[in-house]
T-cell receptor, first 110, second 116 residues
Framework: DAKTTQPNSMESNEEEPVHLPCNHS???????IHWYRQLPSQGPEYVIH???SNVNNRMASLAIAEDRKSSTLILHRATLRDAAVYYC???????????FGTGTRLTIIP | GAGVSQTPSNKVTEKGKYVELRCDPISGHTALYWYRQSLGQGPEFLIY????????DSGLPNDRFFAVRPEGSVSTLKIQRTERGDSAVYLC??????????????FGPGTRLTVL
């Protein structure tokens, strides 16, 4: 499994954009980049995934570096509900297990 | 619609006892996963079912842990001779695996197991 490096914690003000970085320099060519988040006392929740191109959905955007060795999850306008631990997970198609690291704990300041 | 449900939500047991944890996946999801999460850590993979069969059980820590999914729907994680180190939140997830590479997994709320 590709190793990932994420900041242990980040803070952001409410209603401002948040950029959560992830380094995955050992990612293989077939690995997709998945992002999950875990709100307090809940199971993880899928956020977004991508392979090479930048991706957008209703929750967030995913910007993937051209060399695919890093990616950034973008929350366009943080709310208090976005306070969670965010996990970046490279995962190969066919490799069904998700390997979670310790993630980034995001705190939103009102 | 109904999400993944897990029962019980909390389980307290004594060292050496046997426990069963149940997972009800989203209806129609063929894939089911078990993870466990210790305090301050990310979830750790235990086992993955495709239908009734265990496709990958490489995460089970030892032979005290066993999981079944006899009809391809509900799954039970069984832990024999529990130890204090088994205390954790046990998470279940399911997925439909219809989109290539995405494999979005839907997680339940977990069962918090405490071994005294």
């Amino acid at each position: 499994d590709a190793k990932t490096t994420q900041p242990n914690s980040m803070e952001s003000n409410e209603e401002e954009p948040v950029h959560l970085p992830c380094n995955h320099s050992t990612i293989s060519g077939t690995d997709y980049i998945h992002w999950y988040r875990q709100l307090p006392s809940q199971g993880p929740e899928y956020v977004i995934h991508g392979l090479t191109s930048n991706v957008n959905n209703r929750m967030a955007s995913l910007a993937i570096a051209e060399d695919r060795k890093s990616s950034t999850l973008i929350l366009h306008r943080a709310t208090l509900r976005d306070a969670a631990v965010y996990y970046c997970i490279p995962s190969n198609f066919g490799n069904e297990k998700l390997t979670f690291g310790t993630g980034t704990r995001l705190t939103i300041i009102p | 619609g109904a999400g993944v449900s897990q029962t019980p939500s909390n389980k307290v047991t004594e060292k050496g006892k046997y426990v069963e944890l149940r997972c009800d996946p989203i209806s129609g999801h063929t894939a089911l996963y078990w993870y466990r999460q210790s305090l301050g850590q990310g979830p750790e993979f235990l086992i993955y079912f495709q239908g009734t069969g265990a496709a990958d059980d490489s995460g089970l820590p030892n032979d005290r842990f066993f999981a079944v999914r006899p009809e391809g729907s509900v799954s039970t994680l069984k832990i024999q001779r529990t130890e204090r180190g088994d205390s954790a939140v046990y998470l279940c997830a399911s997925s439909s695996q219809t989109d290539r590479g995405g494999h979005e997994q839907f997680f339940g709320p977990g069962t918090r197991l405490t071994v005294l």
